[in-house]
C-alpha cells in the first residue's frame, strides 16, 4: 500500500505546483487574510488531497523563497482506523519526497464523549504541542471552500447569526503564542482534485468523509451537488460570503466591546444601553447571552431580544425579568441591566421568551407573591 502511495515526485513537478494558480491563491490568503507573511509553518497533513495539496503548495513556495517560508509537516495518527499507521508513513513520504521535514505523533482518542469530538480536541493539542516544540508560531491546515460551504449550510439549518454566517475563520488562536491558520478557505475541492491529478499524486481516501450516516458525508453526497447543479460555483460564493459576514463581524464586535465591554460581563448600567440603537442592545445581550451558553445560538429568537432591548431605553422604571432558553434570565431595573442564570433549565424556549407568558406578560417582582 506504501509503495503505491509514494510516488517519487521530481524538481518539475514542484516547479509545476509553484507554477499553479492554486499557489498564488494560497500565497496571497497566508499574506492577506492569515496575516502570514513568511517563517516557520506547522503544515497539518492527513495525507488526503486537500491537506497534500497544501503540503506541495507550501515546500514550493520554500522553493521560490527560501528564506520566507519554512515548512514543517505534522501528522496525528489517531489510532482509530486499522491502516492509520500505514497512513502516517505514506505522510512521512510525501514529506520526504517534497523534502519538508515531518513528525508524526500518536495521540489517544479512548474515554468518554464522542469519540470523533475526542479526536478533534486531542488531535488540536497534538499540533499545538508539536508547533510550540518546534517554534512555530503558526500551524495550517487545508479546509477549503466546500469545507466552508457545508459549515454554512449546518449552521444555517441548526439557526444562526453572524457568528456561524461567518463559517471557520482564516485565523484564530489555537494555544498560547500559536495560531491555527486556514489559506484554502477560498478554493473549491474541485481544483483541489484537479491539482493533485496534475502532480499525480495519489492521496489517502478517508471512506468516513462520504459516510452518509454523518452530516457532512450527506451533505457532500446529496445537497451539495444539487445545489451546485442550481447555481454553480456555489461552494466559492459561499465562501466568499462567510469571508464578508467575517469582516461585519469583527466592525461589530469592536463596537460592542467598546459599548458592553468584554463578552464575560454580565451587568451593565442602563443609561449606557438606553443612548444605544435598540439593534445594537440586542446584538450585546445575544453576545453575552453565547459566551454563557453557545449551544444557543438557534433558540434565541429576535422577539427574545428584541423585547428586552426595546424595554432598556422604554423609560419605566419597574424592574422586570425574562426568563430565556437554558436557564438565563434577563433582568432591568432603574440602574441596571443584568443577565444571569436563574438556575431552571427551559426545554426550547418556545414559551418561555418572557416570563408569565408566551404573549408578552411582564414579570414585577415588586407585585410577585413568590
Do not use: K, Y
Not at 527560501?66 to 486499522?82: E, L, Y
Not at 444557543?296 to 427574545?304: F, I, P, V, Y
Not at 438565563?328 to 421568551?353: C, K, N, P
Amino acid at each position: 500500500m506504501a509503495g503505491r502511495h509514494l510516488t517519487q515526485i521530481s524538481s518539475t513537478s514542484l516547479l509545476t505546483a509553484g507554477r499553479s494558480p492554486l499557489a498564488a491563491e494560497v500565497e496571497g490568503s497566508l499574506r492577506q487574510r492569515c496575516g502570514v507573511s513568511g517563517g516557520r509553518v506547522l503544515v497539518a497533513v492527513s495525507g488526503g488531497p486537500d491537506s497534500l495539496t497544501l503540503l506541495w503548495i507550501l515546500a514550493a513556495l520554500r522553493d521560490r523563497h527560501p528564506r520566507h517560508w519554512t515548512p514543517i509537516v505534522a501528522h496525528v495518527d489517531h489510532g482509530i482506523r486499522v491502516e492509520s499507521g500505514q497512513e502516517a508513513e505514506i505522510v512521512r513520504g510525501q514529506a520526504a519526497a517534497a523534502g519538508v521535514p515531518a513528525v508524526v505523533r500518536r495521540i489517544d482518542c479512548s474515554g468518554e464523549g464522542n469519540l470523533l469530538a475526542v479526536a478533534r480536541t486531542r488531535r488540536a493539542e497534538a499540533l499545538a504541542c508539536i508547533a510550540a516544540e518546534h517554534a512555530c508560531p503558526v500551524v495550517a491546515t487545508a479546509h477549503h471552500a466546500d469545507d466552508q460551504f457545508e459549515t454554512l449550510l449546518a449552521a444555517i439549518s441548526r439557526g444562526t447569526g453572524l457568528e456561524g454566517l461567518s463559517g471557520m475563520p482564516p485565523r484564530r488562536n489555537l494555544a498560547p503564542g500559536i495560531d491555527l491558520v486556514r489559506p484554502m478557505l477560498t478554493i473549491s475541492r474541485a481544483s483541489i482534485e484537479a491539482f493533485v491529478a496534475r502532480l499525480r499524486l495519489d492521496p489517502i481516501r478517508d471512506p468516513s468523509n462520504s459516510d452518509p450516516r454523518r452530516l457532512r458525508g450527506r451533505l457532500r453526497a446529496t445537497v451539495m451537488p444539487e445545489l451546485e447543479a442550481i447555481f454553480p460555483h456555489a461552494a466559492a460564493r459561499a465562501a466568499s460570503t462567510a469571508e464578508q459576514c467575517g469582516l461585519a463581524r469583527e466592525a461589530i464586535e469592536r463596537w460592542l466591546l467598546e459599548c458592553f465591554g468584554d463578552a464575560s460581563l454580565r451587568r451593565w448600567r442602563r443609561g449606557e444601553l438606553a443612548r444605544l440603537p435598540h439593534e445594537l442592545r440586542a446584538a450585546g445581550l445575544r453576545r453575552a447571552a453565547l459566551h454563557q451558553a453557545p449551544e444557543l445560538a438557534g433558540q434565541l429568537t429576535s422577539r427574545m431580544l428584541r423585547e428586552v432591548a426595546e424595554a432598556i431605553g422604554d423609560g419605566d422604571e419597574r424592574p422586570r425579568r425574562w426568563s430565556w432558553p437554558g436557564g438565563l434570565r434577563a433582568t432591568i431595573d432603574v440602574r441596571e441591566v443584568s443577565l444571569e442564570h436563574d438556575g431552571s433549565r427551559h426545554g426550547q424556549g418556545e414559551a418561555a421568551s418572557i416570563e408569565g407568558s408566551a404573549a408578552g406578560e411582564i414579570h414585577d417582582p415588586r407585585h410577585s407573591d413568590a
